[in-house]
């Protein structure tokens, strides 16, 4: 029977699966499967791990925070000074720097003594592994050495990598804040190294600004010495130039002092004085002229005459006598006695009056004389002084440029006398651009290292070892774990797959219980017998790509599958070169043969009833003795006088990879199914099986997946393996 097999199969195909995808559920399912080699992988990373992490050394932390001195910002705008903060990391990776430096350790060392504590004295013996494997090997060698005693300063130097490799300085970036942090395993040994590098940070900070600040003081010390001679040298030319010309200060002055008049000499003085008294003199000249110039008129009525007090009084007698004498004159005569002695009164009054009058006029014209005199003389005394000033002034030239130079000399003198009473007086009130924020406290309690944590994660990295294992071992068997991996082979169709057994076929097919194993093997009959009309076959051609794939005992199953549904069943055992139906037949379950199994063999070689409604026949003895395979003519002769009697007719035939046999018989048959063992058949093997049938232009009816795990990730599992044991359906 020759049927053309399609090339395409009358169903909606789908997209073969991603080999590199693992799905969540499948990852489940291998962990279910391999559980023993993930404890094993888990048990072997984590016992290790929790055995190190057990012998970890407790530790504690201390911490120490330390501000580093900012820029004063200028108040001028209220929005301005909210912005945001301006870090100068620069500056702040400078001064981490600093903390991290050699010289900063060494000084903490040597602050603390740590070269005799205890912790460090400990450190400091311990030996590192190749320290060890090396000494070791000298000691196997014979070649090994005294150890050398570290000197002082070694162990200074040693104590101090040792520090730098528990501190930890750190800045986070974004602020002016450095932290210190330190892990010993003694609490007090922590906060004390703490502390320690933040008071050493501040002392070196502090004593590089004192240092820097003596610096200056020596080299203004020694600009000021020729500075203070350069000022004195040039203060005496002053003076000296002074003196030789006769430039004389009017005022007595301090030298140095900003404010002091320059210019004023002696003779200035004299002349501005001398300029006011003949300015006083020709007033009081011109004043006196005026007087004179009145008594050369009316003497009696000028204002010196008439503000005299004695001719006030003598004007007075004189008018009280003048009265008497008329009051006399009108009652008495001339002759009387009494008007001539008040006549003579009133003129002895008069002469008295004129005499005054005239010693009045003579003083007048004495003071006039006097005035002019005096105009006179102060006159030549400023024509004198003016003489000498211009003389002064020509010198005043020269003057002006020596004191110049004296003032430049005088302000740069005060500028380095300034500068160095600021520095001196700032060298002892130096302080750090730094602040100690907080110090670093004792610890109250074990900072680590945190074992439960620590053990947690060492278990779930084994774990997931363990599992990266098991997928790894699962991903590395490349052979065929699912249908759509059939499916994906051109011209392949998955008839459905069977779990793997592990009770003898015998024991399996007379009893009466009920398996996984034969109702999979039913599903697939079912389809055989009565699927669509390509699928269904009388005759089969059982064969597989390799060896060992269970082909023998799919066929077996098969036609037991037959018998138990009271019908008839053929094996035709065409494997020349190693036929091993009958045998599997018979074989118990530990592998051995049944010898309680009885076979009737005919003429022909025909063993009856090996199995429930089973026959088998070995075909060696139908091979001519020039070929291995059994011709076709034979096969067809056989089939023609066996098929009445049979409702099924399987041919057990070799390999496809290795013989051609199951390509060649199949043309007698109504088609062949291929067996394909689960994880050991690769899609290459099935490929080039179905080439060798597409060769001999073979009907495939389809491919059957054996030996699947129950439960495996890829197996029968999920739903199909869960409907199974609802009906009550055990595993074979």
Known sequence: MSVVQPNVFDRISEPPPDPSHVSPLKIFEIIRERWMVIGLVTALFALPALAFILTLPAYYDASSSLMIGTRQAEFRDLQATQGALDVDAVAINTEVGIIKSQSIAKAVVERLKLVDDPYFRTQMEKKSLKTRIVGWLSRMTGSASQEKQLSASEKLQVVRDLLGRNVTI?????????????????????????????????????????????????????????????????????????????????????????????????????????????????????????????????????????????????????????????????????????????????????????????????????????????????????????????????????????????????????????????????????????????????????????????????????????????????????????????????????????????????????????????????????????????????????????????????ALSLAANTGRAGKKALILDCDTRGPSALETARMSGKGKADKNQVATLDQNGLSRDVLPGVDVMTMSNWKSSGDQMIAPEVIQVVLSELSPHYDLIILDTPPLLAFPDAAVLSHETDGVVLIVKWGTTTKENLKGAMRQLEAYDARTLGAVLTQVPAGNASGLSGAALQVYRHYGLLAS
């Open 170 to 554: 750190l800045n986070d970036g974004r602020s002016y804040l450095i932290t210190v942090s330190v892990r010993t395993g003694r609490p007090d040994l922590s906060a004390n190294i703490a502390n320690a590098f933040a008071d050493v940070y501040l002392d070196f900070k502090r004593h590089m600004k004192i240092a820097s600040t003596w610096r200056s003081n020596s080299l203004l010390d020694e600009q000021i010495i020729p500075l203070r001679e350069r000022l004195r040298k040039a203060e005496q030319a002053v003076e000296h130039y002074r003196e030789k010309n006769g430039l004389i200060s009017a005022e007595i002055t301090h030298s140095g002092s900003p404010n002091a008049p320059t210019g004023v000499t002696v003779t200035d003085q004299q002349l501005v004085e001398t300029n006011r008294a003949l300015v006083a003199a020709q007033a009081d000249l011109t004043a006196k002229r005026a007087r004179a110039n009145q008594l050369t008129g009316s003497v009696g009525s000028t204002t010196d005459v008439l503000s005299s007090p004695i001719i006030q009084q003598l004007r007075a007698q004189e008018a009280m006598l003048n009265a008497r004498v008329a009051s006399l004159a009108s009652t008495a005569g001339d002759a009387n006695p009494d008007l001539q002695a008040a006549r003579a009164a009133a003129a002895h009054v008069r002469a008295q009056i004129e005499q005054v009058t005239a010693q009045i006029t003579t003083s007048t014209d004495k003071d006039l004389r006097s005035a002019e005199r005096r105009v006179a003389a102060l006159t030549d005394e400023v024509t004198k002084l003016q003489e000498h000033v211009g003389r002064e002034n020509e010198a005043n030239v020269t003057l002006q440029q020596l004191e110049s130079e004296a003032a430049a000399a005088r302000a740069v003198y005060q500028d380095f006398l300034g500068r160095y009473a600021q520095t001196s007086s700032a060298a002892a009130l130096q302080e750090p651009e730094a602040e100690l924020i907080s110090r670093a406290d004792q610890p109250l309690g074990v900072s680590g290292p945190h074992r439960m944590q620590f053990m947690a994660i060492a278990i779930l990295f084994s774990a997931l070892v363990g599992v990266g294992v098991a997928i790894g071992q699962e991903r590395m068997q490349k052979g065929v774990k699912q249908e759509t991996e059939i499916d994906s082979v051109p011209g392949l169709f998955t008839l459905g797959m069977i779990p793997s057994f592990s009770r003898p076929l015998s024991e399996l097919y007379r009893s009466h219980q009920p398996s996984v194993y034969m109702e999979s093997v039913e599903a697939i009959r079912t389809i055989l017998s009565f699927g669509r009309s390509r699928f269904r076959a009388k005759t089969i051609t059982v064969t597989s790509s390799g060896p060992e794939e269970g082909k023998t005992v799919f």
